[in-house]
């Protein structure tokens, strides 16, 4: 096979194959299998020297292009397109026809690449199971925009300081009723900083997607700076695209005006999971404890924070806790949707280990740490705990207590009809506008809007 046919746009099966079938048509018209194998070679070799456009794409090389993986549009022959497409970059680049086969000799590899860029944003937009995880998408369009302005590999992604002012303004393109709060670096990075397929591998939700943005940055990595200039930016218009199509009108949760809705509400949340990863049941428990600990006697930490929030931030030792100097007193509230386990029990009281002895050395500033009692209770909507197993790690008084939604609630009810105005405004403060807050996630919203209407 002659050597310069290896510039064909073909693999070299596809190109061993054309060849096979191209020396077979020229061996039926009378020559040997040497004299069609020169023949291939000198006609190509012409045709690629040759610069008059009057000089056609050799008729006999036609057998091994239509061996070829690729198809062009419209029904186009392939040696026919292939003809156009070394036409065209001749002229647009003033290359020679050798010059504009050495660059097509790529193609399929570049298609290779085009399909792999594909499927990876179709398994993004559109994934086989579930719907779009807006934070891989957040990240791609970080990236994108980085390689539009340096040439640095793409999966390397800590570079540029993902956590910064101009990092949080690309993430914010995504409006709060399609994205997540909190930076989607940070919450699917935590110690990587290198977007790997073993990154990928280890995600327990999410997977198929993350293997795609795995291929996707991989892909843009293989590439020179010209293209990883183009090729993002055409990322970045479909990213926006899909932001303008699925961006889902605002959904507001309007302020309470009628208790027994208040009630109705907070009874739906206490008879089943709100299916919102524990967002709406903190919020419940919010406007309980808040109505349990007037604060006329009690101070609160945690009350309306986010439920992923960080309890040593503020000290806290539970989602939120309530304290009462002149009794001495501190009771911590610790939200769960679902079923509490042991699993769960010991993860709280180990993080509490690390937060207590602030509140201790705050406490003994105050009085002898023996006159005070610490009371943290669990909210949860079914006990599977064994909680006699476990002791408060305290060095005062303390007292470990597990309580459905429906007990914590029948226990306030009482409050609640003796000041319905108060306890409105609690609810609204401290359940309406924080689910109604431009953070919250549009299926939260959805889910809080059907339990008012239920």
């Given at each position: 096979?002659?050597?310069?046919?290896?510039?064909?746009p073909?693999?070299?099966?596809?190109?061993?194959?054309?060849?096979?079938?191209?020396?077979?048509a020229?061996?039926?018209?009378g020559?040997?299998?040497?004299?069609?194998k020169?023949?291939?070679?000198?006609?190509?070799?012409?045709?690629l020297d040759?610069?008059?456009?009057?000089?056609r794409f050799?008729?006999?090389l036609?057998p091994?292009?239509?061996?070829?993986?690729w198809?062009?549009?419209?029904?186009?022959?392939?040696?026919?397109?292939?003809?156009?497409?070394?036409?065209?970059?001749?002229?647009?680049?003033?290359?020679?026809r050798?010059?504009?086969?050495i660059?097509?000799?790529?193609?399929?590899?570049?298609?290779?690449?085009a399909?792999?860029?594909?499927?990876?944003?179709?398994?993004?937009?559109?994934p086989?199971?579930?719907?779009?995880f807006?934070?891989?998408?957040?990240?791609l369009l970080y990236?994108c925009?980085?390689?539009?302005?340096?040439?640095?590999?793409?999966e390397?992604?800590?570079?540029?300081?993902?956590?910064?002012?101009?990092?949080?303004?690309?993430?914010?393109?995504?409006p709060?009723?399609?994205?997540?709060?909190?930076?989607?670096?940070?919450?699917?990075?935590?110690?990587?900083?290198?977007?790997?397929?073993?990154?990928?591998?280890?995600?327990?939700?999410?997977?198929?997607?993350?293997r795609?943005?795995?291929?996707?940055v991989?892909?843009?990595?293989s590439l020179?700076?010209?293209?990883?200039?183009?090729i993002?930016?055409?990322?970045?218009?479909?990213?926006?695209?899909?932001?303008?199509?699925?961006?889902?009108?605002?959904?507001v949760?309007?302020?309470?005006?009628?208790?027994?809705?208040?009630?109705?509400?907070?009874?739906?949340?206490?008879?089943?999971?709100?299916?919102?990863?524990?967002?709406?049941?903190?919020?419940?428990?919010?406007?309980?404890?808040?109505?349990?600990?007037?604060?006329?006697?009690?101070?609160?930490?945690?009350?309306?924070?986010?439920?992923?929030a960080?309890?040593a931030?503020?000290?806290?030792?539970?989602?939120?806790?309530f304290?009462n100097?002149?009794?001495?007193?501190?009771?911590?509230?610790?939200?769960?949707a679902?079923?509490?386990?042991?699993?769960?029990?010991?993860?709280?009281?180990r993080?509490l280990?690390?937060?207590?002895?602030?509140?201790?050395?705050?406490?003994?500033?105050?009085?002898?740490?023996s006159?005070?009692?610490?009371?943290?209770?669990?909210?949860?909507?079914?006990?599977?705990?064994?909680?006699?197993r476990?002791?408060?790690?305290?060095g005062?008084?303390?007292?470990?207590?597990v309580?459905?939604?429906m007990?914590?609630?029948d226990?306030?009810?009482p409050?609640?009809?003796?000041?319905?105005?108060?306890?409105?405004?609690?609810?609204n403060?401290?359940?309406?506008?924080?689910l109604d807050?431009?953070?919250?996630?549009?299926t939260?919203?959805?889910?809080?809007?059907r339990?008012?209407?239920?």
């Amino acid at each position: 096979m002659p050597n310069s046919l290896s510039t064909l746009p073909l693999s070299p099966s596809e190109l061993q194959s054309g060849v096979e079938n191209a020396v077979a048509a020229l061996m039926e018209r009378g020559l040997s299998e040497e004299e069609s194998k020169l023949k291939l070679g000198y006609d190509w070799d012409f045709w690629l020297d040759d610069s008059s456009s009057s000089y056609r794409f050799p008729v006999d090389l036609g057998p091994i292009l239509e061996r070829a993986g690729w198809s062009p549009p419209g029904g186009q022959g392939r040696a026919t397109c292939y003809a156009s497409l070394i036409s065209k970059i001749t002229g647009r680049f003033t290359r020679t026809r050798r010059d504009s086969a050495i660059v097509l000799s790529q193609l399929p590899l570049i298609l290779q690449l085009a399909q792999k860029f594909r499927d990876g944003i179709n398994r993004l937009f559109q994934p086989n199971a579930g719907t779009p995880f807006i934070p891989y998408l957040q990240i791609l369009l970080y990236i994108c925009t980085v390689d539009h302005f340096f040439d640095h590999p793409p999966e390397f992604i800590y570079t540029f300081k993902p956590s910064g002012e101009v990092a949080n303004l690309i993430f914010g393109v995504f409006p709060p009723e399609l994205a997540p709060g909190g930076n989607p670096m940070l919450n699917n990075f935590k110690a990587v900083n290198r977007i790997t397929m073993d990154w990928a591998e280890s995600r327990p939700d999410n997977r198929e997607q993350a293997r795609a943005l795995v291929e996707i940055v991989e892909g843009l990595s293989s590439l020179a700076y010209s293209p990883r200039v183009q090729i993002p930016s055409m990322i970045r218009n479909a990213i926006i695209r899909f932001i303008e199509i699925n961006t889902p009108t605002r959904i507001v949760i309007e302020a309470q005006t009628d208790i027994e809705a208040c009630k109705r509400f907070v009874q739906g949340v206490a008879a089943n999971q709100s299916g919102t990863r524990g967002v709406i049941e903190q919020r419940v428990v919010d406007f309980l404890a808040a109505i349990d600990h007037p604060d006329t006697d009690w101070r609160s930490r945690g009350l309306g924070d986010p439920v992923n929030a960080s309890n040593a931030s503020s000290k806290k030792l539970g989602d939120c806790d309530f304290q009462n100097i002149p009794a001495r007193q501190c009771v911590a509230l610790e939200a769960h949707a679902g079923r509490l386990t042991d699993v769960y029990v010991r993860e709280h009281l180990r993080t509490l280990r690390l937060n207590l002895p602030s509140r201790l050395e705050e406490w003994s500033r105050i009085s002898e740490l023996s006159e005070w009692r610490l009371s943290l209770r669990f909210l949860v909507h079914e006990d599977a705990s064994s909680r006699e197993r476990f002791s408060l790690p305290v060095g005062i008084t303390g007292s470990l207590e597990v309580l459905t939604y429906m007990d914590y609630y029948d226990t306030v009810l009482p409050q609640i009809e003796r000041d319905p105005e108060r306890a409105l405004a609690l609810f609204n403060r401290w359940v309406v506008t924080t689910l109604d807050a431009n953070n919250t996630p549009v299926t939260t919203k959805e889910i809080a809007r059907r339990l008012f209407n239920a």
